[in-house]
Nanobody
Framework: QLQLVESGGGLVQPGGSLRLSCAAS????????IGWFRQAPGKEREGVAC????????KYVDSVKGRFTISRDIAKNTVYLQMNSLKPEDTGVYYC?????????????????WGKGTLVTVSS
C-alpha cells in the first residue's frame, strides 16, 4: 500500500527555517514525481514545489522561489522541503503528494496519493 508521511512542521518566527520530510512507503521514488502542497486557513490548496521521478526537474510556485528547495534521498525513499526566510504567509498545512506520473506540473488535479499533512506556523 502506497503511503506518504510528512514530518518536520512546527512554529517558527518570521525569517526562520524549517525542513519538512516526506517518507514514502509501498513504492520507490524512482517511478513517481512528488509534490509539496499547502493549504492556508480559508484558502485553496496550492502546489508549492514539485520534483520529477529522476530528480532532474523541479518546479516552484513564484512566491517561494529562492527561499524553498525540494530535494530527495533515494536511499531513504524520502523527499524534503527546505524552507528558509519564512514569512507569515507561508503558514498552513503542508502536504506531500504523488501522481501516477514521472513528472507533472505541480497541479493538484493530477494527484493520486496524499499524505495527512504537517502544520507550519510562521509567527512572532
Amino acid at each position: 500500500q502506497l503511503q506518504l508521511v510528512e514530518s518536520g512542521g512546527g512554529l517558527v518566527q518570521p525569517g526562520g527555517s524549517l525542513r519538512l520530510s516526506c517518507a514514502a512507503s509501498g513504492f520507490t521514488l524512482d517511478y513517481y514525481a512528488i509534490g509539496w502542497f499547502r493549504q492556508a486557513p480559508g484558502k485553496e490548496r496550492e502546489g508549492v514545489a514539485c520534483i520529477s521521478s529522476s530528480g532532474g526537474s523541479t518546479k516552484y510556485v513564484d512566491s517561494v522561489k529562492g527561499r524553498f528547495t525540494i530535494s530527495r534521498d533515494i536511499a531513504k525513499n524520502t523527499v524534503y522541503l527546505q524552507m528558509n526566510s519564512l514569512k507569515p504567509e507561508d503558514t498552513g498545512v503542508y502536504y506531500c503528494a504523488a501522481p501516477h506520473r514521472l513528472w507533472f506540473g505541480c497541479d493538484l488535479r493530477d494527484i493520486n496519493y496524499w499524505g495527512k499533512g504537517t502544520l507550519v506556523t510562521v509567527s512572532s
